[in-house]
């Protein structure tokens, strides 16, 4: 194993600390937990959005803790849910008087530890409500779901709810447009190589040298199947056939399209991947309103890649092109 | 070799074409050259700023062309010189009238090719002067250089000559900035693991499984010698050592950083490098103005990183600080 580390079992708190010294005008750290929040938490009069998981999906979560998306984010082990008690500092941390949501992906251990941490909050008389983000379309369960896993489209979720919060909306509304988001969001990703979780020391699984899979979490879950190597037009069809007819997308719909690379796949191969979407979705007439290609979402080292469509109205778009101003993200209007 | 690539032959090409795909609003490709330009080129009563490179950096350059940075870039195959007449057509494409700035990467064939390129551009009545980048301190000849090789430290003449071209500054003006960049900018690299062109489709060097390369170039050439793995904190010491004292920076300076991943190394453990990096530099009492973590420069998907400094006076701050939009580059001021 090969990484740029001290010691293993440290990687959670040293990156914190360099992600600290990198963004000092962004963000602080709460005291004796890892959670992250905004330099300026509390908003005054602005819904607090908490996310958060397990630790390398680097720039997730913290990545996305500033002006128009997230107030606070949670940083679990690696692979690991946050606490209950990480979860209900960042929610007291950045309740600003008008509530506070939760935006989980869905596996099994973030659900049940975003909800205990909401109840705890609850009975301080904070408003908490909460979305659930399951938008990969590969399989039903996993290793550590029930029902279907959330992935690299959480992030759309991040912008547009954060957009509606900037605005001053109530809670309710501002988890009705995040619902908004989960309902007309799919994604779907691959996988050529493993990726090492630093105290493990080694690949959760091995894939040979002419093989890839399919549908894989972003944690090296099972996907749909193995096979062998292919082309990257041919790849890409198989996740677009899959995430196209799930919602289903038609034929004038409007989109925006994530290209999100799990850790080492070059940046030019994401670029041929984003090619190959677009030609798919031209041919189906559905028109992409707006384009993010890069590291959204990554599983360590894994190289691979998975494809975020979002079918978008005109208040999504509204909130989408709000510009946006943390480490990770940062968009003008 | 698992690449997201359909063609090894058709890497660049279909690359370009994903690029142009994901950023409509930024950047237009000219007709017949590997050349990509703001979308608005040329912009009347800016000079005009060229840079480029091989393919196989990404998102250096073309990612940086916008509002505040570059104006083209020109892109060669992977790892070579865009040739003298696409240098050509990227000057011509963007001469506002006062006359372009060629910001080149110290490699002989780079340099030989922006130099025709100049030559021919003039003979036009087109207005053309040149830096060239040297920032990595590892080695004084390698492979491709006679002299020092440019590396990531050149994002930060792109930024700063940018800055101050968009200000309306005069030819000799944003070269006069952009050769202060340089003087006080310092870089240095190194890598876990080798990367794989495309074309070649096997990696170019081999590195044992507890091997590491101290002062590696971006195209895999030599560094100053391998050794055996050892902790990022010791790491990173290896390559300050060496870039601290070649300016020298020095007690009281300030400086920008970035730590740039040179593929496929996780952006956690970039964040590891850039702890010890500020704690190294707090040794030095060298403060730290404005910190970059990510993938600016990359080699491919070679794992490994480098380390910029470029020290900061009262002109470079300001213009560093000034906004940028360009797909890989993006800032508030």
Redesign the interface.
Known sequence: M??????PDE??K??????L???PSYLRKLDNVDVVVRKTSPVDGKVGLVSGGG??H??AHA?YVGKGMLDAACLGAVFTSPTPDQIYEAIRAVDGGKGVLLIIKNYTGDVMNFEMAKEMAEMDGIKVLEVIVDDDVAVENSTYTQGRRGIAGTIFVHKIAGAKAEEGAELEEVKEVAEKVIKNLRSMGMA??PCIVPAAGKPSFTLD??E?EIGIGIHGEPGTHREK?K???E?VAELMDKIIIDLPFRDGDEVALM?NGL??????????????V?EYLLGKNIN?YK???G?YM?S??M???SISLLKLDEELKSLLDASA?TPAF???K
């Open positions: 090969k990484k740029l580390i001290n010691n990687v959670v040293e990156m914190i600390s360099g992600f010294y990198a963004y630790s390398g680097e720039p990545g050529f190589t040298e002419d890839i190597i082309g990257a037009k790849i290209i850790g080492s796949t070059p940046l030019s191969e994401l670029f041929i991947a984003n090619k190959e677009n992409v384009t993010y290609v590291e990554t360590l080292e190289s691979g890649f101003d940062k968009q003008f």
